[in-house]
């Protein structure tokens, strides 16, 4: 099955500093990649997602990019804020095969 | 729109008790997701609806575990008999159409079983 594989496990930055959170996953077949963002007390909420057939995609101070090859993805956050502190999952799916793996999260905190 | 409702927000049973989890997806959506949340395990996929027809039951943990969808608005998870070791928070979530589009998820059912 798919293991996806989430680094670092805990993060912390500067307000106003870009963070990176990177993700491998092993199933050549995944196809679609969701990045979430879940707050203290509630569930996930995708914030961004790319699709296997595109190579980077990006939404205001949100990014992610995807190296098929070397199966792995990344999220982007630039001039992070306060509230952009919370944890945040990558996730591999087989949409075809109706399969979807979460990595393990990252705990993002912005200091002010 | 009331965006996915779960209901109860919080659920304590005792071991052996049957539990019942309930959902109503997104108003439209085709696809409905339940999932499992722990420190131990992290998030996990249980069972997807597509169209009211499970999809793939594949993460369903064990027998004690069943998940119905009845109609188009509502879908329940239901453990017959509970284990401590099913506590969690439970997520239901719903989308347009399948894993390629956006999941909106639901704000969970803490379940503690004693």
């Known amino acids: 099955g798919e293991n996806v594989e989430q680094h670092p496990s805990t993060l912390s930055v500067q307000e106003g500093d870009s963070a990176v959170i990177k993700c491998t996953y092993s199933?050549?077949?995944?196809?679609?990649f969701p990045w979430y963002k879940q707050e203290l007390g509630k569930g996930p909420q995708l914030i961004i997602d790319i699709r296997s057939n595109v190579g980077e995609k990006k939404d205001q101070r949100i990014a992610v990019t995807l190296n098929k090859t070397a199966k792995h993805f990344s999220l982007h956050i630039t001039e992070t804020q306060p509230e952009d502190s919370a944890v945040y999952f990558c996730a591999a799916s087989d949409t075809n095969a109706g399969k979807s793996t979460f990595g393990d999260g990252t705990t993002l905190t912005v200091k002010p | 729109d009331a965006g996915v409702i779960q209901s109860p927000r919080h659920e304590v049973t005792e071991m052996g008790q049957e539990v019942t989890l309930r959902c109503k997806p997104i108003?439209?959506?085709?696809?409905l997701f339940w999932y499992r949340q722990t420190m131990m395990r992290g998030l996990e996929l249980l069972i997807y609806?597509?169209?009211?027809?499970?999809?793939?039951d594949s993460g369903m943990p064990e027998d004690r575990f069943s998940a119905k969808m009845p109609n188009a608005s509502f879908s329940t998870l239901k453990i017959q008999p509970s284990e401590p070791r099913d506590s969690a928070v439970y997520f239901c979530?719903?989308?347009?159409?399948?894993?390629?589009?956006?999941?909106?998820f639901g704000p969970g059912t803490r379940l503690t079983v004693t």
């Open positions: 108003s439209g959506h085709n696809s």
């Open positions: 199933d050549s077949a995944s196809n679609y």
């Open positions: 609806f597509n169209n009211n027809v499970p999809i793939d």
């Open positions: 979530a719903s989308s347009k159409q399948g894993l390629f589009y956006e999941q909106y």
